[in-house]
């Protein structure tokens, strides 16, 4: 199994700011993904970040508001932009392996 | 097509008692369906999966039951635990394309009563 890293585990940010959360993984993978998951709700796949290319985002997501790094491939970076408080989530990177595992998440407030 | 819907919203058991948790999906191309379990101030943590080749798979106190005329799952806690007690998701990928995109339920917030 992969054991996933994430930093910060949570933050408090103002309006208007950005904050960048890190991914790191013990192990190399191929396919690693980023997750939004709003208060009390489910799993949205925002992008895949994909080793030395541009990420690949899913309807809804765009690469101005939530910009990918995926340098190599143990490591990622999910940057959320200019925020507001609809942005306030859990952000949660995940890998594949034989099977998709998960971060323990970034818990991200906007005020 | 692309949705996975998932009941009940929240459910309470009494410890012992069987917990069930049903999905449903509209795309016949997904071809794989786990199921993850998770704690508060944790990610999401895989807990049992199932292909469309099989119609039950049990894993101890866990099984999933699929019906693909249906287009239905559903994961069965037996002898339920306080310790189960956590948001459930289904989710559903069309596991043949690789791309590791999983669909999910909107989750299932199961209490265990002592």
């Known amino acids: 199994s992969a054991v996933i890293s994430q930093k910060p585990s949570r933050d408090i940010c103002q309006r208007g700011t950005s904050l960048t959360i890190q991914c790191q993984v013990d192990?190399?993978?191929?396919?690693m993904f980023w997750y939004r998951q709003q208060p009390g709700q489910s799993l949205t796949l925002i992008a895949t970040a994909n080793q030395g290319s541009e990420a690949t985002y899913e309807s809804g997501f765009v690469i101005d508001k939530f910009p990918i790094s995926r340098p190599n491939l143990t490591f990622s970076t999910l940057t959320v932009s200019n925020m507001s408080p609809e942005d306030s989530s859990i952000y949660l990177c995940?890998?594949?392996?034989?099977?998709?595992?998960f971060g323990p998440g970034t818990r991200l407030t906007v005020l | 097509q692309q949705q996975v819907k998932q009941s009940p919203q929240s459910l309470i058991v009494q410890k012992g008692g069987i917990s069930i948790i049903n999905c449903a999906y509209e795309?016949?191309?997904?071809?794989?369906f786990p199921w993850y379990q998770q704690f508060p101030g944790k990610g999401p943590a895989l807990l049992i999966a199932i292909r469309p080749d099989v119609s039950e798979k049990k894993e101890g106190r866990f099984t999933i039951s699929f019906n693909k005329s249906a287009k239905q799952f559903s994961l069965h806690i037996m002898d339920s635990q306080p310790g189960d007690s956590a948001t459930y998701f289904c989710?559903?990928?069309?596991?043949?394309?690789?791309?590791?995109?999983?669909?999910f339920g909107q989750g299932t917030t199961l209490q265990v009563k002592p």
């Open positions: 989710a559903a990928s069309r596991g043949s394309s690789n791309t590791g995109k999983l669909i």
């Open positions: 795309n016949t191309a997904f071809d794989y």
């Open positions: 192990s190399q993978v191929t396919m």
């Open positions: 995940s890998v594949k392996g034989g099977t998709q595992y």
